[in-house]
């Protein structure tokens, strides 16, 4: 008699340590699925708000008299691969240290024309690889064109595209309406059209030979 309630209570103790092991398996699955979902959480978030932080860093509303971004200009001494990518379609230049974008601005390229020899329309702004030349200066004006620009850094063709301000009238005063434009409509002759501040930063900055990429 005293045999079998010893195996009933051996029994017994063998199911709690059972039921306990089985309850703690649980809790530490429940435990790690809990902390895999917050660390899951917190990259999300943290992604999201480092895209928030890269979008609120430019200006908005555009002005076209300032700096596209709201923090400073790249220190060039600290950049290792500069490089430069102008998207036509989107309006925007961005300047690369290899495969990471270090600034963004806002800006204006060729209008698109159908091609006579394609049928296609085609932007005005010759898309390609190209360097970054010797010729810049503080202001042009193209009478054929009856147009002009400040801060002008040439990219092709030695002085007949480049990067410049948004453009100027005869009387060197800025043109607001094609102003207006950047960062949002096409509208230039080839050239890539800049804040004065960003096209100002470009002439007194962007090393000769530096590689700029158009796409679009």
Sequence with gaps: ????????????????????????????????????????????????????????????????????????????????????????????????????????????????KKDPKTGKMKSMTPTGTFYVQQERGNSFYNARLKEGANYYTSWLNHGEYLFHSVPTNADG???KKEAAKLGKFTGSHGCIRLSVADAKWMEENLPVGTKVEIVG
């Design 1 to 112: 008699m005293k045999k079998s309630r010893y195996v009933i209570y051996a029994l017994f103790c063998l199911l709690i340590a059972i039921f306990g092991v089985h309850s703690s398996l649980k809790t530490s699955a429940n435990d790690q699925g809990s902390t895999a979902a917050t660390t899951v959480t917190k990259t999300v978030a943290q992604k999201s708000a480092a895209s928030s932080n890269s979008s609120s860093q430019m200006r908005t509303p555009i002005d076209w008299q300032k700096s596209s971004e709201t923090k400073a200009y790249p220190d060039l001494s600290k950049v290792k691969h500069l490089w430069i990518k102008v998207n036509l379609r989107t309006n925007r230049t961005y300047l690369y240290d290899g495969n990471h974008v270090i600034y963004t601005m806002y800006s204006t390229g060729g209008i698109y």
């Design 173 to 175: 005063s800025y043109n």
